[in-house]
């Protein structure tokens, strides 16, 4: 609440609202995790201690060289970024380990 003067001349206290417009994608990722969701999937964390995307058979490159990025090949990939894994990211409920890990 912050106080503001209207058109009268009387101080008035006003709500402080919040932006309208779309969360960035470092939002969304955040905001899912903070709800124990995966950032990309949505769906809920496997809850596996060490589980993540890194060590999931579902992860692979796309791409090569330093311009190679991970996906989940259970979705639906686009080329772009709105797509990409991070490594580190713990595992979804779909997370399936690597055999000798
Ligand atoms: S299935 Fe595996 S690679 Fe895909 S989002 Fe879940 S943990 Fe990550």
């Given at each position: 609440?912050?106080?503001?003067?209207?058109?009268?001349?009387?101080?008035?206290?006003?709500?402080?609202?919040?932006?309208?417009?779309?969360?960035?994608?470092?939002?969304?990722?955040?905001?899912?995790?903070?709800?124990?969701?995966h950032p990309l999937t949505n769906l809920p964390l496997c809850g596996i201690e060490g589980a993540t995307c890194g060590n999931c058979q579902h992860r692979f490159r796309r791409g090569g060289g330093a311009r190679s990025y991970n996906k989940c090949d259970l979705m639906r990939n686009t080329g772009g970024p709105g797509t990409d894994l991070r490594l580190k990211w713990p595992g979804?409920?779909?997370?399936?380990?690597?055999?000798?890990?």
């Open positions: 609440m912050t106080p503001q003067t209207d058109l009268f001349g009387d101080t008035r206290t006003m709500p402080v609202l919040a932006p309208l417009g779309r969360e960035t994608m470092q939002q969304r990722h955040a905001r899912r995790l903070a709800h124990d969701r979804c409920m779909s997370w399936k380990g690597k055999v000798g890990t």
